[in-house]
């Protein structure tokens, strides 16, 4: 009845604005941004926070745009579009190389492009009054636009081969933002370590993209989605194919034993450990196995590799965290372990709920990380045993920690709770040991989130926080994707 009404409906804008040119607007205004930073508002720190903040919003007025068009018209063509078609109205040739680049802007593209921009947008309200002068504003602002453009891009890749090119940007994202403060050594090798290991995964999804294009010609998500079983590759060149973009996923989202970035990438400010961990590099490496998730499903060993190590990165980060003196290294912990739940949900089929967690995880993380940035920042510290006994002293510092604590950890009515147990009625999820073995890993998970607190807040910081804790306690009532195979 409802979608007859909305057939019935007069015309209206989202009825006729492209889903994919405004995705191509979500992508470009953080790079146009930049540029004119660069260009002309270099010395002026004020006027170069606005335009980074401004630019941002209208990124984000796009992305629930797209998610707008896709709510009221849940089945509709017009999903992948080349630049040569938004730019020229041609459609050119599909087989041709050149016109694959593009965007995509289906239901997984939708829910993780609100999620980075929406998040990236609340880390530079909270800047604004976290990054000082002696800090250089510009120059962070110019990064967080700079990480914004590169995950904006792996969100709305269409190929694999763009995939590859954005992944390369987020991996120097990634650098510039752990690296921030140079001057620092812990700084300075965190990044170092960050880089290689990123570095070392991008070669490895180039080797799968190349084995990928060799065997099919093609490297359209779409199109090779209904080509893995059409018998052109042996059971065992799947898996190799599953195993090198595997790689390179895990690279990014901290898989053991390719975690070890991850606990240094606190040494990032708070504003940037917070986009990083919660809609940043961390989250690529899911995004990624998404996207390739036909290659998976094609090869059962392949997903049993997603189980395995997921379950044991769950489980891993976990009692890490359990153990650490220093709280954003305790928080960079728990991240991990979610990143964990995600891919352990992929490998037991649970496709829709693995998804509905990456995208729920984002707010919570991002509170958690900007609120121990003011925490440290009061207390000039950031040992766990010197903070005990603020919560009477900072009442509001520990309502928003609670708030977070209670979102990562999964509790109702927060939407976390949604995504952290449906996946135990997958319907591919039947072995009596997966399932209590997935159980087991997500208990663990949830049983460790920091939740110390104190300072006093600015107006920006206040605002930020509380936008941040609107969108944590969001009930949905299931998950907005379903599980697909493609």
Request: glycine share 8%; net charge positive; charged share 10%.
């Amino acid at each position: 009845m409802i979608l007859t009404l909305l057939a019935a409906a007069p015309k209206g804008p989202l009825d006729t604005w492209s889903p994919t040119l405004l995705a191509l607007f979500a992508l470009l205004l953080p790079l146009i941004a930049l540029l004119i930073i660069l260009a002309f508002t270099v010395d002026s720190r004020r006027l170069s926070a606005a335009i980074s903040v401004i630019f941002t919003l209208a990124a984000v007025v796009c992305a629930l745009l797209v998610v707008a068009i896709e709510i009221a018209h849940p089945i509709h063509l017009e999903r992948n579009a080349t630049f040569l078609q938004l730019l020229t109205g041609q459609t050119g040739s599909a087989s041709e190389f050149l016109l694959q680049w593009g965007v995509v802007a289906d239901p997984l593209a939708a829910v993780m492009l609100i999620a980075v921009t929406l998040t990236s947008l609340l880390v530079q309200v909270y800047a604004l009054a976290f990054i000082r002068r002696e800090d250089g504003p510009v120059r962070f602002f110019s990064v967080l636009l700079f990480a914004t453009f590169a995950m904006t891009g792996v969100t709305l890749s269409t190929s694999y081969f763009e995939m590859l090119l954005f992944f390369g940007l987020v991996t120097l994202s990634t650098y510039l933002m752990v690296g921030y403060w140079w001057q620092r050594g812990e700084a300075a090798a965190a990044a170092l370590r960050a880089f290689i290991i990123s570095a070392a995964g991008d070669l490895a999804l180039l080797g799968g993209v190349a084995y990928i294009f060799f065997r099919f010609s093609e490297l359209n998500f779409q199109t090779l989605a209904t080509q893995y079983t059409g018998g052109k590759v042996s059971a065992n060149g799947l898996f190799i194919m599953s195993i090198l973009v595997f790689l390179g996923a895990a690279a990014k989202s901290a898989q053991f034993p390719l975690h070890a970035w991850l606990p240094g990438s606190a040494q990032a400010p708070a504003p940037a450990a917070a986009l990083l961990h919660s809609a940043g590099a961390a989250l690529c490496g899911v995004y990624l196995l998404a996207r390739s998730y036909a290659l998976f499903h094609a090869s059962p060993r392949a997903l049993a590799l997603l189980a395995i190590a997921g379950g044991l990165t769950a489980v891993l980060g976990v009692l890490w965290a359990l153990f650490q003196e220093n709280l954003k290294r305790a928080i960079a912990y728990t991240t991990m372990s979610e990143l964990g739940l995600m891919v352990l949900a992929l490998g037991i089929g649970a496709y829709g709920a693995g998804i509905f967690e990456v995208f729920a995880h984002a707010w919570p993380k991002a509170l958690l990380f900007l609120a121990a940035g003011v925490i440290i920042r009061e207390l000039r510290t950031e040992r766990l045993a010197e903070m005990g006994g603020l919560w009477r002293r900072m009442p509001l510092t520990g309502w928003v920690m609670l708030i977070a604590v209670a979102a990562g950890a999964g509790i109702p009515p927060f939407s976390t709770s949604s995504a952290r147990w449906p996946w135990s009625a997958s319907s591919d999820w039947r072995s009596p040991g997966r399932r209590r073995a997935g159980a087991a890993s997500n208990r663990n998970a949830s049983a460790m989130r920091v939740a110390e607190s104190r300072p006093r807040w600015s107006s920006w910081q206040s605002r930020a926080l509380s936008r941040g804790s609107a969108a944590s306690a969001g009930v949905p009532t299931r998950s907005p994707l379903s599980p697909s195979r493609a």
